[in-house]
């Protein structure tokens, strides 16, 4: 999954370790989730979206096609 992690935790001036303590995870975790090597949980993915006050699609976006929605049901 695409990420805008590292932009906003620099954006801030925040280490990996600080936004790593301020979320409640390992420092390793969100180095992984930056460099595109570990899919984060939904329960993360809000943490941090709430912790930089912006929309999940800010920080996230899956990079494969998300298929079918509702609106071909019509």
Request: hydrophobic share 25%.
């Given at each position: 999954m695409e990420n805008?992690?590292?932009?906003?935790?620099?954006?801030?001036?925040?280490?990996?370790?600080?936004?790593?303590?301020?979320?409640?995870?390992?420092?390793?975790?969100?180095?992984?989730?930056?460099?595109?090597?570990?899919?984060?949980s939904v329960e993360l993915v809000f943490k941090l979206a709430a912790f930089f006050e912006v929309p999940v699609e800010e920080l996230f976006s899956p990079d494969v096609d998300l298929g079918a929605t509702v609106s071909d049901l019509d």
């Open positions: 805008a992690l590292r932009e906003h935790r620099e954006r801030h001036g925040l280490s990996q370790r600080d936004l790593a303590e301020r979320v409640e995870v390992t420092r390793q975790t969100i180095n992984a989730v930056e460099g595109d090597r570990y899919d984060p």
